[in-house]
């Protein structure tokens, strides 16, 4: 298997790089977030950027399609673990109250 290193500072293959690309991350930031790409010397930087290209993000293009995008989706679950929490609170105030 030929290997071609992106990020020598932590093993990073172009292949990992475009996996994640796929998987949604669109900028230098978000390969960074997910590899560690980038994060040690920088000199990775230019080519991840390369490797991305312009205008090309899945994660954008979702969003005009209108599926939720990750910051939606958080949004969402957070919102139910309140309503969990608030749940759990209620039924123990009220477990609280007919104990007494």
């Known amino acids: 298997m030929n290997r071609v290193y992106v990020c020598s500072c932590f093993g990073i293959t172009e292949q990992q790089v ?10 230098p930031r978000q ?31 979702l969003a005009d399609q209108g599926v939720p995008v990750l910051a939606e989706v958080r949004g969402a679950v957070e919102a139910v673990q309140r309503e969990a929490v608030l749940r759990e ?12």
């Open 18 to 27: 475009k996996k994640h690309a796929e998987d949604g991350a669109c900028t």
């Open 31 to 61: 390969i960074a977030s997910a590899s560690k790409a980038g994060t040690d010397c920088g000199s990775c930087v230019r080519q991840i950027q390369a490797l991305l290209g312009r205008g090309s993000c899945p994660r954008r293009q």
């Open 89 to 100: 609170t209620a039924q123990h105030d009220t477990a609280g109250r007919e104990a007494a």
